[in-house]
């Protein structure tokens, strides 16, 4: 059996020490239902959006036909308006553009 002093000089790596910035590092697993909330809400119909709640994870079939390797707005609104229960045509035609960026990187913490 080593002793605390033959450990400390062995040198290992610090499993905390992953070379990769912050900002490179993956996100945390989103805890559902996650609300988002929005800046700009809008209406559809009589009902103000102020927000968008992931109630589950994304199925294949919310994703039919995206390319995930050139996930445009389109996609986003598609995968988010089937999770949130709200119409992605309607999602996509009145989330203001500073909402969809961080609807996307919601998305994409699915992926």
Known sequence: ??????????????????????????????????TLPLKYPFQVGQKTVSELVFRRRPKSADAAGVNFGNLCPEHVCQIA???????????????????????????????
């Open 1 to 34: 059996m080593l002793q605390e002093e033959s450990l400390a000089e062995l040198d290992l790596p610090d499993p905390e020490a992953s070379g990769l910035t912050d900002e490179e590092k993956p996100e945390e697993e989103i805890s559902l239902p996650y």
């Open 81 to 111: 308006g089937r999770v949130c229960g709200i119409s992605p045509a309607a999602l996509h035609k009145l989330l203001d553009i500073s909402d969809l960026i961080e609807v996307q990187k919601v998305v994409a913490r699915f992926l």
